[in-house]
């Protein structure tokens, strides 16, 4: 068997991150405009991005900080609430500002204080989205107290998840960042109006990276990684080569005090390698020619977005990931510090 040395694919996209706002977006943006050609960006600021002007004002604010080289563009969300009227929803869309709206069961983690509290609140919403073909972008966990926090994503389907889709077959529904098995079995089960992203960190990391030897703030984020066996279960599925898989890396970058912290804040920043940590995870499953469709292929053509021109290389060289890095004067710990990874992104 002979090993390859690099990989080319067709520029891939981020289709979950969080870029944030002010310094920290000025700090962060360049690594992922540097890995992707656009990313769908999470609306969860403080205060949210509720309406079609939030949106556009919020999409020139990352417009304005671009590195001058970057040829990257930012799709914007739409902050579900109990108050959002359809006819927002739908202008947003008609005016090519929103692609796609994000629902955030409220308090079920970062940002998500204003959002939706019973679903049955934005049933007027979900069905013009489903008319209108707008995909929902679901944060899959309840937040019923009596759940504990590791069977909050598989109850969420049971409670929430099939019957919503039993009502409404055809809404588009990307269930973001699957952390189990559950999801797994849930998503294939579904029409092909329903897919999933998948985190680096849910491919690479189980629960007892968090919690074995000490608490390891920066293995926190939500939904909390799981069981190995659910582990095993999301690696199978992205390099299945199933189209109903794609890239969302959920990159939630925190002030590291913000995470070393008596009530860390929950969220992995892995925007700077996350490229290097997907092929990573493709090549231990003997799956690197899988990668492309996962990263650049099914995304595009699941929101029905055209698929990027151009390619980007992996090269097979270490690549030494920093403790710590430096954003605009937030210091803030990436995914994989101080790890070396065996794949770096060609300049
Ligand atoms: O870990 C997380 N961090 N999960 C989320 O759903 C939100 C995110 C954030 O915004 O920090
Ligand atoms: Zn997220």
């Not at 299945?240 to 804040?265: I, M, N, V, W």
Request: include cysteine.
């Amino acid at each position: 068997m002979t090993t390859l040395t690099s990989i080319t694919i067709r520029r891939p996209d981020d289709w979950h991150l969080h870029l944030r706002d002010g310094d920290v977006l000025r700090g962060v943006l360049p690594y992922t405009a540097r890995q992707f050609a656009r990313a769908i960006v999470m609306p969860n600021l403080s205060p949210p991005i509720v309406s079609v002007e939030d949106a556009r004002a919020y999409r020139q604010r990352i417009v304005d900080v671009l590195p001058h080289d970057a040829d990257f563009t930012p799709l914007m969300t739409c902050y579900l609430t109990d108050a959002t009227s359809p006819d927002e929803v739908e202008r947003g869309a008609a005016e090519g500002v929103f692609t796609a709206a994000k629902l955030y069961p409220a308090n079920a983690t970062t940002g998500s204080a204003h959002g939706v509290t019973d679903i049955a609140h934005i049933r007027p919403v979900l069905e013009r989205m489903e008319r209108i073909g707008l995909p929902l972008l679901i944060h899959g966990e309840v937040t019923d107290d009596h759940v504990d926090i590791f069977d909050r994503e598989a109850v969420f389907i049971e409670r929430t998840l099939a019957p919503l889709l039993r009502d409404l077959p055809g809404l588009k529904v990307v269930f973001e960042h699957i952390t189990t098995a559950e999801a797994v079995d849930f998503v294939e089960a579904s029409a092909s109006n329903v897919a999933a992203t998948i985190t680096p960190q849910h491919l690479h990391i189980n629960r007892n990276a968090m919690l074995v030897g000490g608490m390891r703030p920066h293995f926190f984020c939500l939904p909390v990684a799981k069981r190995e066996k659910h582990r095993l279960a999301l690696r199978k599925a992205a390099t299945s080569g199933s189209a109903k898989y794609f890239l969302g890396t959920d990159s939630a970058p925190h002030a590291r005090e913000a995470k070393e912290s008596a009530c860390g804040c929950a969220g992995i920043f892995n925007a700077p390698f996350a490229l290097e940590s997907y092929a990573t995870v493709f090549e231990e499953e003997g799956a690197l020619d899988r990668l492309e469709a996962f990263a650049s292929e099914n995304g595009p053509r699941f929101y029905g977005l055209p698929l990027n021109e151009g390619t980007v290389s992996l090269l097979r060289q270490e690549t030494q990931v920093p403790q710590v890095l430096d954003l605009c004067g937030t210091p803030i710990v990436p995914f994989h510090s101080g790890e070396r990874l065996g794949w770096r992104l060609a300049n």
